[in-house]
């Protein structure tokens, strides 16, 4: 049987796990939903305006409302910024608890266990996902930059075509490393998990030589888990568009579709890691270098010849 069966299967049977992910992302989203929809209601005057956006986006409706109601909405939007970073602090949050889940996939879903799992890795995953960030930034963003001193080179030269190309070209090298460096983040999660490694520029070293080393077995399967995403987004996109909200019964179908694609997300990421996870047992193991231990002699036995001794674990 495949990893990705595998741990799509131990997905599957972790439900309970998955309904208290979702559950926390739902609270989250009302948090912001709620006030942001009231003040809607206060704020539009009953006018009918709003309803002409459900057959599509009208930026002269939007900023007219801005305009007007700006100091009022401002605040909501700065809670959702807020909740945004909440929402990346928590996706690093639950890794540890979920890594701790497959890592026990025959026993059965514990609450108590899985939020032990979550605080007692989200130190070194905190810290994990600031390399990687570094990493993309540094890494993915450099293509970026250079495909805008490209365009801006070769203005005066290239058509309207040629611009495209060559901005779809830098564009697919930015997703392609950017993709690539987030494997090697999932990959270097379940490295410190397995190992107990606490450094967390080495862990990610090492994953990326695992992966670099086992491309089509690590990021291949990350590709395909990616490719499974975009295509439930590609689903939600046809029947947005096929369904018109015309009337509050349509308004709740999308409502409910739009809640099925998060939860598949969240399912996503859970198969996502843990594919991670039973891979990382198939492959060779990276070779960790032990690191020395200093002791001081002991006061009572002073060796003035000898006044550190390094000992090799």
């Known amino acids: 049987m495949s990893t990705l069966s595998v741990s799509l299967r131990q997905t599957l049977g972790s439900i309970r796990l998955l309904w208290l992910i979702y559950g926390i992302n739902l609270v989250l989203g009302l948090l912001a939903a709620l006030p942001f929809y009231n003040t809607l209601k206060i704020e539009d005057q009953n006018s009918l305006a709003f309803m002409n956006l459900l057959d599509g986006f009208d930026y002269t409706i939007y900023s007219d409302f801005m305009h007007r109601s700006e100091r009022v909405i401002a605040p909501l939007l700065s809670v959702g910024r807020w909740l945004g970073l909440a929402y990346i602090f928590l996706s690093v949050f639950f890794a540890g608890g979920i890594l701790l889940r497959f890592a026990q996939p025959n026993s059965r879903f514990s609450a108590g266990l899985f939020w032990q799992g979550c605080s007692h890795y989200v130190a070194r995953f905190l810290r994990l996902f600031a390399v990687t960030l570094l990493f993309v ?76 080393r086992n491309p089509i077995r690590t990021y291949g399967l990350y590709g395909m888990l990616i490719a499974i995403g975009t295509g439930l987004f590609g689903i939600y996109f046809l029947l947005d568009e096929a369904i018109l909200m015309s009337n509050w019964l349509t308004i709740l179908l999308m409502a409910v579709i739009q809640q099925i694609l998060i939860f598949g997300r969240v399912g996503l990421k859970v198969w996502s890691l843990g594919t991670a996870y039973n891979q990382y047992e198939k492959l060779p193991k990276p070779v960790f270098i032990p690191q020395p231990v200093q002791i001081s002699q002991p006061a009572s036995e002073p060796d003035n010849e000898t006044p550190l001794g390094v000992i090799e674990p």
């Open 137 to 212: 930034v540094v890494g993915a963003g450099f293509w970026l930059v250079a495909g805008s001193l490209v365009g801006v080179a070769l203005n005066n030269t290239l058509t309207e075509r040629g611009e495209f190309w060559i901005g779809l070209v830098f564009f697919v090298l930015f997703a392609f490393t950017a993709t690539l460096l987030f494997c090697i983040g999932d990959y270097a999660k379940v490295l410190m998990f397995r190992e107990d490694e606490q450094n967390a520029f080495r862990a990610f070293g090492q994953a990326g030589r695992l992966v670099l």
